[in-house]
T-cell receptor, first 113, second 114 residues
Framework: GENVEQHPSTLSVQEGDSAVIKCTYS??????FPWYKQELGKRPQLIID?????GEKKDQRIAVTLNKTAKHFSLHITETQPEDSAVYFC????????????FGTGTRLLVSP | NAGVTQTPKFRVLKTGQSMTLLCAQD?????MYWYRQDPGMGLRLIHY???????AKGEVPDGYNVSRLKKQNFLLGLESAAPSQTSVYFC?????????????FGPGTRLTVT
């Protein structure tokens, strides 16, 4: 089955810096890659996603890139702010009509003022 | 529109006790899911349902049972709780149709088994 690895497990940056979180997946049939943000004690919330027919997607300060050949995808956050501090999860699934997500182990991002 | 709700929010069980976690959604979503979240392990799928009256096993189903008698509700049961089931449990739901639809998560249930 699918296996998703996520790095780093923790990431500390200064406010205004960029942050990059990387994930690799094992199943070449995976074609949907969402990213979730989870603040302390809260539920995971989708922040951006990408499908396999697209190489990059941006939404204001966040972007996701996908390299299907290498089977990895990354989350990029620019101009980080303290409110970006949270745990970020990547996930992968094959769109066979039902979305069975396999999650990475999470990255704790800490943005210091 | 409450989205996805879960009850209870917290629970402490003794080993061997049983309980049921309730998930409810008011978005008329066809698909529903139960995950557990453990430190350093991300979210893992326990069971899921693709429609009323149907359930299927996910990645870590042992020790759990589920039922989907009504479209809006998805119940997760622990028949004989074990300390290894101490975790935060999240329910999620998503729509069905052409394309891929976002999974919406509930607020979670923190379960401790002593």
């Amino acid at each position: 089955g699918e296996n998703v690895e996520q790095h780093p497990s923790t990431l500390s940056v200064q406010e205004g810096d960029s942050a990059v979180i990387k994930c690799t997946y094992s199943d070449s049939a995976s074609n949907y890659f969402p990213w979730y943000k989870q603040e302390l004690g809260k539920r995971p919330q989708l922040i951006i996603d990408i499908r396999s027919n697209v190489g990059e997607k941006k939404d204001q300060r966040i972007a996701v890139t996908l390299n299907k050949t290498a089977k990895h995808f990354s989350l990029h956050i620019t101009e980080t702010q303290p409110e970006d501090s949270a745990v970020y999860f990547c996930a992968a699934s094959t769109n066979t009509g039902f979305q069975k997500l396999v999650f990475g182990t999470g990255t704790r991002l800490l943005v210091s003022p | 529109n409450a989205g996805v709700t879960q009850t209870p929010k917290f629970r402490v069980l003794k080993t061997g006790q049983s309980m049921t976690l309730l998930c409810a959604q008011d978005m008329n979503h066809e698909y529903m899911y139960w995950y557990r979240q453990d430190p350093g392990m991300g979210l893992r799928l326990i069971h899921y349902s693709v429609g009323e009256g149907t359930t299927a096993k996910g990645e870590v189903p042992d020790g759990y049972n589920v039922s989907r008698l009504k479209k809006q509700n998805f119940l997760l049961g622990l028949e004989s709780a074990a300390p290894s089931q101490t975790s935060v449990y999240f329910c999620a739901s998503s729509a069905v149709g052409q394309g891929i639809f976002e999974q919406y998560f509930g607020p979670g249930t923190r379960l401790t088994v002593t």
